[in-house]
Structure formats: structure tokens, C-alpha cells
């Protein structure tokens, strides 16, 4: 089993930045694609952004350009750096793991975008 640990959410000011992390346990790290979800109140999750395990990223049309997602497998963390926030990015993030046959997820962090 794999936990995955979530930090860095807040509030932020419109046109501000944060940078969320999210830190896996055990050794197979390195092997998973990792996912940043997130879910606005009313509303499904959605995926934001992906990373692979060679490193290939993609992101949701509208985080593009604002957002980059990265990994540091030797500290078994990836992130998720967020600039030109807008109130529209309010939501809960959650961290994704997905392996061959599992998905983990974390707890979620909250960010609020708002003035």
C-alpha cells in the first residue's frame, strides 16, 4: 500500500502562486505515472496535469502555461507549481499515483484563490 501526502494549499491572492507537494511512501515511486486531480465544490474531479515515469507531462487546456508539474524520485515527491492563480482554481488537489493493476490517492489539500 502506498500513501501519498498532499501539502502546500492555502489562500492565495488572484495572480499569486503556490506550489503543492505530494509525497509517496515505499520504493516503487520512480515506476508510477503521477496524476494531480482536483475537484471544485458541485463539481467532478478533474485531471490537471500527469507526469510519467520518463519524465512526459500534459496538462488540463486551462491550467497550460500557469502550471508545471515535476518529480524528484530520490526524495519520492512530486509537485505541482502554481502561477497566475484564479479564482476559478479553487478546489481540492489531490495527488495520483497510478501503477500497472493500482491507483493510490491522497487526502486532498484545499487552495483558494480569492481576494
Known amino acids: 500500500q502506498v500513501q501519498l501526502v498532499e501539502s502546500g494549499g492555502g489562500l492565495v491572492q488572484p495572480g499569486g502562486s503556490l506550489r503543492l507537494s505530494c509525497a509517496a511512501s515505499?520504493?516503487?515511486?520512480?515506476?508510477?505515472?503521477m496524476h494531480w486531480y482536483r475537484q471544485a465544490p458541485g463539481k467532478q474531479r478533474e485531471l490537471v496535469a500527469t507526469i510519467t515515469s520518463a519524465g512526459s507531462t500534459d496538462y488540463v487546456t486551462s491550467v497550460k502555461g500557469r502550471f508545471t508539474i515535476s518529480r524528484d524520485n530520490a526524495k519520492n515527491t512530486v509537485y505541482l507549481q502554481m502561477n497566475s492563480l484564479k479564482p476559478e482554481d479553487t478546489a481540492v488537489y489531490y495527488c495520483n499515483a497510478q501503477g500497472v493493476f493500482v491507483r493510490y490517492w491522497g487526502q486532498g489539500t484545499q487552495v483558494t484563490v480569492s481576494s
Open positions: 515505499g520504493n516503487r515511486f520512480s515506476t508510477y505515472t
